[in-house]
Structure formats: structure tokens, C-alpha cells
């Protein structure tokens, strides 16, 4: 069965600072990943993906994240934050090909930054 | 464009009563997935719509959890005789195609007194 893990369930950040949000992931099949973000009081948006192609996904507000298959790891990293950042981050995968296409999320990383 | 809505936002409702959610996905989108979030978890799925049908409903927890959607757009997750343990919220995503990118509605805050 697929997993994902996320160790960090809070990550505090001062603002300008680099940051990693760890994502590993459990799958005996190959798989699509997603990071998903939730601003407080909104709901979740999708902030990039592999699907296939280059390793390494960029967002458009200055995120990225690199698959790494011999790791089994999508880690999501900024070097600079700012305080509008703060929010849940969320890893998820997917089955590539198969009978169903649902989204297997880890339990979240709260992202805090502080000024 | 609009995104995916879903009503009520939140709903309080007494042990053992019935419920309905209900979730309008993206216009022209023909799938439609329903989640589950527990307060610390991550979303949990639950079924997945294409089209009318449900492809999977795997995630459905008992027979007390139900879905339709029956003319392919609007989808109603309805609950019979809800616990306690069934406070959560409630997320619709939507997407083109079975395959493409789900989109999330804000979700139905669920608290049962």
C-alpha cells in the first residue's frame, strides 16, 4: 500500500531564512507527487507536481521541490521565505496508470515564519 | 472561473441524525472526488466520481457513508446515523479528466454534538 510520511508537523522559520519541508513516500508501483498548500481559512491549492520529465518542479512564487526515486523523497525547499508563506504544506502521491487516480496525502508540515 | 463550491461551510448536527454535503465541482470537469480531513491529518479519500458513476469507493469507512451524483456534475456525500467520530471536514475536489489536476473546494466543517 502507498504511504507518505511527513516527520515534521511544524517547521518555525524566521522570515528571509531557507527552508526544507521533508516528504518521503512508500509506493511498490511508479507514482505521480504533489504539494498542496492550506492558508489559514482556505482551502487547499495546488503549489506544484511531478509527473514525469525533470526532477526538479519550481512553483511561481519561488518554491521547489526535486523527486528523487532512489530516496523515495519529494522535499519541497525556499531559500527565502516570507511571512505570507505560513501555511500547511501537504505532500501527496498517486499511482501512475492504474484503476484509480485518488491522492494519498501525509499529515502535513505547518510552515510558521516568523518576522 | 468559479472553482469548486461546497455547502453548508459548516453544519452542527446531533448524534445519529442524517446529513447531506453538497459539492458543485468546476464547470465541465467530470471528475469528482470526495475527501475526508480529521483535525491533525491529512485528507483521507474517500470516493471518486467520473461522470455519473463511482469508479472507486474504496474509502467509503461503512454503509452509513453514501454519494451520488446523479446527472454528472453536482455531488451529494450524505451520512445516516452520524457518530461523534465523523466530525471533520469535508473536501470536494474536482478535476478535466480522471487524470488531470484535482482542484479543492473549501470544504464542509462537520461537528457532531
Known amino acids: 500500500a502507498q504511504s507518505v510520511t511527513q516527520l515534521d508537523s511544524q517547521v518555525p522559520v524566521f522570515e528571509e531564512a531557507p527552508v526544507e519541508l521533508r516528504c518521503n513516500y512508500s509506493s511498490s508501483v511508479s507514482v505521480y507527487l504533489f504539494w498542496y498548500v492550506q492558508y489559514p481559512n482556505q482551502g487547499l491549492q495546488l503549489l506544484l507536481k511531478y509527473l514525469s520529465g525533470s526532477t526538479l518542479v519550481e512553483s511561481i512564487n519561488g518554491f521547489e521541490a526535486e523527486f528523487n526515486k532512489s530516496q523515495t523523497s519529494f522535499h519541497l525547499r525556499k531559500p527565502s521565505v516570507h511571512i505570507s508563506d505560513t501555511a500547511e504544506y501537504f505532500c501527496a502521491v498517486r499511482n501512475y496508470g492504474g484503476a484509480t487516480n485518488k491522492l494519498i496525502f501525509g499529515t502535513g508540515t505547518l510552515l510558521a515564519v516568523q518576522p | 472561473g468559479a472553482g469548486v463550491s461546497q455547502t453548508p461551510s459548516n453544519k452542527v448536527t446531533e448524534k445519529g441524525k442524517y446529513v447531506e454535503l453538497r459539492c458543485d465541482p468546476i464547470?465541465?470537469?467530470?471528475?469528482l472526488y470526495w475527501y475526508r480531513q480529521s483535525l491533525g491529518q491529512g485528507p483521507e479519500f474517500l470516493i471518486y466520481f467520473q461522470g455519473t458513476g463511482a469508479a472507486d469507493d474504496s474509502g467509503l469507512p461503512n454503509d452509513r457513508f453514501f454519494a451520488v451524483r446523479p446527472e454528472g456534475s453536482v455531488s451529494t456525500l450524505k451520512i445516516q446515523r452520524t457518530e461523534r467520530g465523523d466530525s471533520a471536514v469535508y473536501l470536494c475536489a474536482s478535476s478535466a479528466g480522471g487524470w488531470d489536476t484535482q482542484y479543492f473546494g473549501p470544504g464542509t466543517r462537520l461537528t457532531v454534538l
Open positions: 464547470s465541465g470537469h467530470t471528475a
